[in-house]
């Protein structure tokens, strides 16, 4: 499979290993509501028809996705992260390779400040590959939950 030429090139620390393409993620989701995000960077890490999919649980307990193409999660976070600072730090990490593929789940925790505790805690589901020169992202599944210590917050 050919890839599009990226403007800007991916940096090769952010697709040498599956864990360095996470790491990629939660560093540009990451920073103060007036920050820009780097979506050029964002955009290389994932694949030509990648897809990330957050679910939300409806109120009468049903899972709901909503699946987004990069460009369409690129339009909707933008909105949401220039109104509130944001931070996202991986908590935990396991990997599953065979061969050139390999399959993650990162626990995550979101903050609006590094020092605060946690206002939503999640893991993501990260499916991504290996082209013989770089690792890419094709998926992503994810669902956010309040922090248990948010909850008990008046």
């Given at each position: 499979?050919?890839?599009?030429d990226l403007s800007p090139p991916a940096r090769w620390s952010d697709v040498s290993s599956p864990e360095a393409l996470v790491s990629a993620v939660?560093?540009?989701?990451?920073?103060?509501?007036?920050?820009?995000?780097?979506?050029?960077?964002?955009?290389?890490?994932?694949?030509?028809?990648?897809?990330?999919?957050?679910?939300?649980?409806?109120?009468?307990?049903?899972?709901v996705p909503d699946v987004c193409t990069v460009d369409r999660f690129i339009e909707t976070r933008t909105v949401y992260l220039s109104a509130a600072?944001?931070?996202?730090?991986?908590?935990?990490?396991?990997?599953?390779?065979?061969?050139?593929?390999?399959?993650?789940?990162?626990?995550?925790?979101?903050?609006?400040?590094?020092?605060?505790?946690?206002?939503?805690?999640?893991?993501?589901?990260?499916?991504?590959?290996?082209?013989?020169?770089?690792?890419?992202?094709?998926?992503?599944?994810?669902?956010?939950?309040?922090?248990?210590?948010?909850?008990?917050?008046?």
């Open positions: 499979m050919t890839h599009p939660y560093d540009v989701l990451s920073g103060r509501a007036n920050e820009p995000r780097d979506w050029g960077r964002f955009r290389t890490l994932y694949a030509p028809g990648a897809l990330l999919v957050p679910v939300r649980v409806a109120p009468d307990g049903s899972a600072d944001f931070y996202e730090t991986g908590t935990s990490y396991e990997e599953q390779r065979f061969g050139p593929v390999a399959s993650v789940i990162s626990g995550y925790e979101s903050r609006r400040d590094p020092g605060e505790p946690p206002f939503a805690v999640g893991t993501n589901c990260i499916h991504c590959y290996f082209d013989g020169v770089r690792w890419w992202t094709t998926h992503v599944t994810w669902q956010s939950l309040v922090a248990p210590a948010a909850e008990t917050k008046v």
